[in-house]
């Protein structure tokens, strides 16, 4: 029978698909002997089943009364016991952390008597009364669907009757007032009464966890960080330790190194007298940890080394929770913390050099979104700014946009395609869409660890928490500063979530050390982060079997590529070079009538084309340089159709029109397609147009003759696009091999060193690559197009149109036009490169799509045994990265 209940010392960090992060690290520190109040978990299993079926698992309520039995013989009291209650928190925890996006409940177990045993056991009725308020307070607003909204007026009224905006200031009669008032709401609301059975208020906290994996922010967070929606969350139930028990207690957060920048040291919050919520909430500003050395020195040395502890258990930088009760240190979290893009690689070189972990386990803890983070770019230092206030650098990067008051208001404006900063007094669960939206976050309350600070760093995104100076008034849609200055909804502001700063107006930005590394190669010693940088592509370019090439379509793109790390050019686009003022030159040629008008038109393209190609080759030299044959979708090369129409009306209208202008006419209403991209394109204009691929070929071999002749080596891979027969292949690679016999196309008598090959971007190529195999020397999978064709989706059009609908349905987790759908697209790849090699076993294999430059794309390429993946030059080095981590 499944068993669905666990002790923390049956289980650890290895079971976190089972126990959740949470669940298998407090298993994990048990069993380390650290001090962990004890408790159980339900399993992810038991959750699961209750969302299945819309009721928990038959034999969970036993199981449960079992742990709790054997919990209550440990702590020597039960749960909710009038005269001295024993209370558990409920805490949501799934496989991969989710800040604040479920449910937790604490203070299970208080009721109009417990609360009086409670008061009497701690001496202290305060703190009783207090613990029982959040108790309801949490209860109704998680457990019952209550908007939280109408507790937090009811404490709002309470401290203002008081004249006071501290809730410390509350005495124990104001509390108790307050449960009654909270109780009212309770029954007000849902009409029934706050449940006095402690067992019935366990029962129904673990479900509203369960329930909570459902929440709309839940899958809002889960689609943004690609989190599958099936795995469900265990639940923890843990007996309560107190903070809030007087000056002697507190609660805090910890990380044991700067989650920011990396930097070893003492970092995280404390907040005296309170519990867990308030740090994370950030509701009242927090000492920083170091405090607490003064406060209280043993408890601070016990952390301390309790953090050496974890991190050389863990090989990485942890952060933990933990809470003091009068004076007695105990551990309520642990995980593997999440840091900024800048820490990743600080830290994994560190570890590194501490010999926690080898380059092979450095490499796999960073990745190529992080090293992309890296690139962005930053204020330029020398531009004028107008500081407005300096908060605390929470997530670095920089952003600027116009300051807005609320989330709906971020995702509509960003909706219309403007740039927006979130300004919150401090952020929430509910924040989410509007910080997905915006191109970064500014609070005026709350810490590092808040809300805030830790979902902006997670998804990358900017920064600015805790600007105290800022007051923020959300319903009048503006903040003040402390000198008096009024920003209001609207107005620029940019905020630099590295040093904290933020600014009023628009600020120009420049290139970030990374960049300027990757470039240069050129490293500053005292750059920790550029050196770690270093150090890591170095192991990831010694690791990698792919090499890395990118998709360029000028000397200047290569040149970068190539210092970026490129080993070639895997896509030269050479409809690319015919945009702007040679755009009429290609418009002549498709129109040319006769074939006379033709030759001029290619005459007139071809010296260009051998210009062009000779500057790709010289930023490439010795490295293979793929360049496509033309493969424009006609319509973007002719004028429009009904702009041309109305222009031909009028000028009959004045008698004006000509016999060209009426002929060009009638040929773009030929030549007019519905679907221009499964239209006259790539192979199939080469065909439709007589002498055009031949032009190209003349240049491409031309050019490489004459450089060959300097001495300087060249290797042209001559690419047939949108290929679907071995046919259409066949009729281009003999045009090639007269063209190559041309003189000016011979080195010492012979044709210049070249490949022939085709873009495999239809599926009828994918499934018929053994017979094209026989003519060609390379295939380079076109995975845009690919994708395009085999699910039946307009590359252009749908991404703006139904595909959030399915993101939102979760029909894909993400567009297969960014990430390789490895089930279809990726079938339909593996199975070219089979069929293709059993042909051709020294077939060169490539792919030149967008997903080249995909993280997990290059994973998935990787295994399918490609030789390279081409991409643009700035993805080039995560390209490298990423192909790094694959092979290790
Ligand atoms: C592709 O289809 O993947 C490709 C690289 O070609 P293009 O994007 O130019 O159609
Ligand atoms: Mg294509």
């Not at 799934?94 to 045993?117: C, I, Y």
């Amino acid at each position: 029978m499944t068993k669905f209940v666990y002790d923390f010392a049956e289980g650890d960090r290895d079971q976190r698909d089972l126990l959740g992060g949470k669940g298998a690290n407090l298993a994990e520190m048990t069993n380390l002997g650290l001090p962990v109040p004890p408790g159980f978990v339900i399993t992810t299993d038991a959750c699961r089943a209750y969302l299945a079926e819309g009721r928990e698992p038959e034999s969970m309520a036993a199981e449960v009364t079992e742990h709790l039995t054997a919990l209550e013989k440990t702590m020597g009291k039960q749960l909710g016991q009038a005269d001295d209650p024993l209370l558990v928190s409920v805490r949501s925890g799934a496989k991969f952390s989710m800040p604040g996006m479920m449910e937790t409940v604490l203070n299970v177990g208080l009721n109009d008597e417990s609360v009086r045993g409670l008061a009497a056991q701690a001496g202290d009725d305060r703190f009783a009364w207090d613990s029982y308020r959040r108790l309801v307070q949490m209860f109704g607003a998680t457990v019952l669907g209550i908007d939280a909204e109408h507790f937090h007026d009811a404490l709002e009224a309470a401290k203002t009757g008081k004249d006071t905006k501290n809730d410390l200031d509350l005495d124990a009669g104001d509390l108790s007032t307050l449960v009654e008032t909270f109780k009212g709401i309770v029954s007000e609301h849902t009409g029934r009464d706050f449940p006095q059975d402690p067992r019935e208020q366990l029962d129904l906290a673990v479900r509203a966890v369960f329930d909570s994996w459902n929440s709309p922010r839940a899958n809002i967070y889960r689609r943004q960080e690609r989190i599958p929606t099936d795995l469900g969350t265990a639940v923890s139930v843990c007996s309560m330790v107190f903070g809030n028990l007087g000056m002697d207690s507190g609660t805090g957060v910890a990380f044991t190194r700067d989650p920011a920048s990396g930097a070893r040291g003492v970092y995280g919050d404390y907040l005296q007298n309170a519990q867990g919520e308030d740090v994370v909430a950030g509701i009242r500003n927090t000492l920083p940890l170091a405090d607490l050395e003064q406060i209280d020195k043993s408890s601070y040395d016990e952390l301390m080394g309790i953090m050496t502890t974890l991190e050389q258990h863990y090989r990485d930088l942890c952060d933990i929770e933990f809470t003091i009760e009068r004076g007695k240190l105990w551990m309520l979290q642990t995980r593997v913390g999440k840091r900024t893009a800048g820490a990743a690689f600080t830290i994994a070189a560190q570890l590194i050099d501490e010999g926690l972990i080898d380059d092979d386990e450095a490499l796999r803890r960073v990745t190529g979104h992080q090293l992309a983070q890296l690139m962005f770019p930053r204020f330029d230092p020398d531009a004028e700014k107008e500081l407005l206030t300096t908060g605390m650098n929470a997530s670095p990067g920089a952003a600027g946009g116009k300051a807005v008051f609320d989330s709906e208001t971020a995702i509509a404006w960003a909706k219309r395609g403007e740039k927006v900063i979130l300004v919150r007094r401090e952020t929430n669960p509910d924040d989410l869409g509007g910080m997905i939206a915006a191109e970064g976050v500014l609070t005026s309350r709350g810490g590092r660890t808040s809300h805030a600070a830790v979902v902006a760093r997670g998804m990358g995104k900017t920064a600015v928490c805790g600007a105290e100076e800022l007051e923020v008034d959300v319903r009048g849609k503006k903040f003040t500063t402390s000198s008096g200055r009024e920003v209001v909804e609207g107005d620029v502001i940019a905020i630099d979530g590295t040093s904290g700063e933020v600014y009023l107006g628009e600020i120009p930005v420049s290139a970030s050390p990374v960049v300027s590394y990757l470039e240069t190669g050129e490293i500053d010693a005292g750059d920790e982060l550029v050196v770690a940088v270093d150090r890591i592509m170095g192991h990831a370019d010694s690791r990698r079997r792919m090499k890395v090439r990118a998709n360029v379509d000028t000397g200047e793109d290569a040149g970068l590529a190539r210092r970026f790390g490129a080993e070639g050019i895997g896509l030269c686009r050479t409809e690319h070079m015919f945009l702007g003022e040679r755009r009429s030159l290609v418009e002549d040629l498709v129109l040319a009538e006769s074939a006379d008008d033709r030759e001029k038109a290619l005459a007139a393209l071809l010296p260009l084309q051998i210009e062009d190609f000779t500057s790709l080759y010289r930023a490439m030299a010795g490295l293979p340089v793929t360049i496509r044959l033309l493969d424009p979708p006609l319509h973007e090369f002719l004028p429009d159709l009904t702009e041309l129409s109305v222009e031909v009306a009028v000028a009959r209208e004045r008698g004006e029109l000509t016999d060209k202008q009426e002929a060009l006419l009638e040929n773009v209403r030929r030549l007019h397609e519905q679907n221009p991209m499964l239209g006259l394109r790539g192979v199939r204009l080469g065909i439709q147009v007589p002498g055009l691929f031949a032009m190209q070929v003349r240049a491409i071999t031309r050019a490489a003759a004459s450089l060959a002749a300097e001495g300087i080596s060249v290797l042209p891979e001559i690419m047939v696009p949108l290929v679907g027969t071995v046919q259409e292949l066949q009729a281009v690679a003999a045009e090639i091999a007269v063209v190559v016999q041309e003189p000016e196309s011979q080195v010492d008598g012979a044709p210049v060193p070249h490949q022939v090959g085709t873009m495999i971007e239809l599926p009828r190529a994918a499934l018929v690559a053994a017979q094209i195999a026989e003519v060609a020397q390379f295939f380079s999978f076109g995975t845009n197009d690919l994708t395009q064709t085999t699910w039946g989706f307009s590359r252009d059009d749908v991404e703006s149109s139904f595909f959030s609908a399915y993101l939102e349905h979760g029909i894909f987790g993400v567009s297969p036009f960014e990430s390789l759908d490895v089930e279809g697209v990726g079938e339909l790849v593996e199975i070219a490169s089979w069929r293709g090699r059993e042909v051709r076993p020294d077939l060169k294999l490539g792919i030149c799509g967008e997903h080249g430059g995909d993280p997990d794309s290059v994973h998935f390429f990787h295994r399918s045994g490609l030789d390279y993946v081409s991409c643009s030059p700035f993805r080039v080095p995560v390209a490298r990265l990423e192909a790094g981590r694959a092979a290790v």
